[in-house]
């Protein structure tokens, strides 16, 4: 299994002042509801409008699933998120400062009125299908919580994943597997378990798919009402445990009752 299929090399940057697009350099752009596209001379007029179409929809599809449409302010007018597009890798990674491996990523420019940004250079299918919906989730996730909310890696990734329709189903295949051979992490290790520095190839690909497994079977089980509920107990500060118990208490109060529940799921 190639460790591509289920991570998707999401960094948050130290600086991206490089990154904003600059009156000195050639950057079209184009604009919708939420969006605005710039992009260089490698990308066609054509390509942008798909890329901000499937942006659009996205947005959407997200928004809807994890119940952040009804709670929030959207992203419009002055509030639009900006999608960079570089020409290629080599010109992104030179304006940004980025690893080779890295694809692009999300994050908020302090000095530009907190403005939400993804930032990527021009890409194949892999790109709409992937990298586009996971950063988008990364913002509306972080949108949702609040800026003084210390996300939950596993919670983060979890939902960052769910429009990847590819990992959903490795992330099936292979805990299907583990579950019924009782190799998959216990809940309370997946949760403080921090990915960015495990070298245990194992562990790291357990973490991805496990952690979107979870935020799955939540939505899929009990619906976007009841995770909405969970985000909001969150941003209001209380531990995801008792978040949890607020939230679906009329299901299951503790970590360990959702990780009986999410097994049974596999056995059943």
């Known amino acids: 299994m190639k460790p591509s299929l289920l ?20 950057w ?29 929809k996205y947005y959407d599809l997200i928004a809807r699933q994890i119940g952040y449409a009804r709670y929030s302010n959207f992203w419009t ?6 999608i ?4 290629d890798q080599a010109a992104f990674m030179a304006k940004t400062g980025q690893p080779a ?14 403005s939400k940004m993804i930032v990527t250079y021009r890409q194949e299918q892999e790109f709409f ?13 972080h949108d949702f919580l609040g800026p003084q909310t210390s996300v939950p890696l596993w919670f983060d990734e979890g939902v960052a ?31 403080e378990l921090d990915i960015r520095r495990e070298k245990n190839s194992t562990k790291v690909t357990l973490f991805y798919v496990q952690s979107l497994s979870v935020i799955d079977f939540l939505l899929t089980q009990y619906g976007s009402d009841a995770f909405a509920r969970l985000c ?13 118990r607020l939230a679906y208490g009329h299901s299951f109060d503790s970590v360990q009752q959702l990780e009986d529940k999410w097994i049974n799921s596999f056995r059943n």
Do not use: C
């Open 7 to 26: 991570i998707v090399f999401t960094v948050w940057a130290m600086s991206i002042l490089t990154a904003v697009p600059s009156h000195a350099e050639e």
């Open 28 to 56: 079209k752009e184009i604009k919708d509801k939420h969006f605005v596209v710039y992009y260089g001379s490698a990308m066609s007029s054509e390509e942008a409008g798909r890329l901000l179409r499937q942006a659009e």
């Open 77 to 82: 007018w002055e509030e639009r998120v900006k």
């Open 84 to 87: 960079i597009i570089y020409d």
């Open 101 to 114: 491996w890295s694809k692009g990523y999300a994050d908020r420019h302090p000095k530009l009125f907190e």
């Open 129 to 141: 299908n992937g990298l586009l919906p996971h950063e988008i989730s990364h913002l509306i996730l």
């Open 161 to 191: 994943q769910l429009q990847e329709a590819e990992k959903r189903a490795v992330a099936d295949r292979l805990l299907q597997r583990l579950v019924l051979e009782k190799k998959q992490l216990p809940l309370p290790v997946l949760m």
């Open 232 to 244: 909001r107990q969150m941003r209001d500060g209380k531990s995801f445990a008792e978040a949890l």
